[in-house]
């Protein structure tokens, strides 16, 4: 596997660095991978979810931001998340406008889900899908999008998570473009408090779903 690391200056100059993985040479597309804040591309769902793309034989891109770092302990959310929504279109303007790839899937884990809606709007091609975990649900244009878009997605969200909302995801389940997955008992990790064995298996159990996610859009996409 080829590992290629670069970054971009990103809002207020400060760097963005970004991975993209290859198993081939000739790809079927791109995975955008946008973390959470204190979920790095390194923890369960991005480790394999990457894992499933790499077999599939799309390139894989781990977008590394750094909002942990000292650089944005002055932030507010607010500026952090502008940051986010403009580092993510600046890494995406350099990487696709250097490339052919013809479909994208977005993945993006609650912070990260925040930008799936400036994502999609880059990348318009009904050949681009999103996967949202965890998202949350309490940013306006996450809702909005996840309720009205008409690119296909997944949205998985455990019914423990804080950021769930059964009203919701009542709406979100409404449109036509959106599978819903609500693994039950899972925390925002979706994870299962005090019981490692069923954390696993829900992690399994959502890895698979996402498996079977890729599958099914990619024959979608031949037909």
Known sequence: MK??????????????????QSKTEQPKGLAIMLPGIGYTVKSPLFHFSSGAFLNKEYDVLHVNYPYYSTDYEDFSFEEITSALINDVSTVLNEVVNHTIYKSYYVVGKSFGTMAIPAVLDMLTTQSTKAIWLTPRLIDLSVFQTLKACKQGGLCVIGDKDPFYDAEKMNHIIMNPSIECMIPSDANHALEVDNDILKSIDTVKSVIKRIDDFITLKDRVLKS
């Open 3 to 20: 590992n290629r690391s670069h970054y971009v200056s990103g809002y207020k100059l400060l760097k963005i660095p970004y991975v993209i």
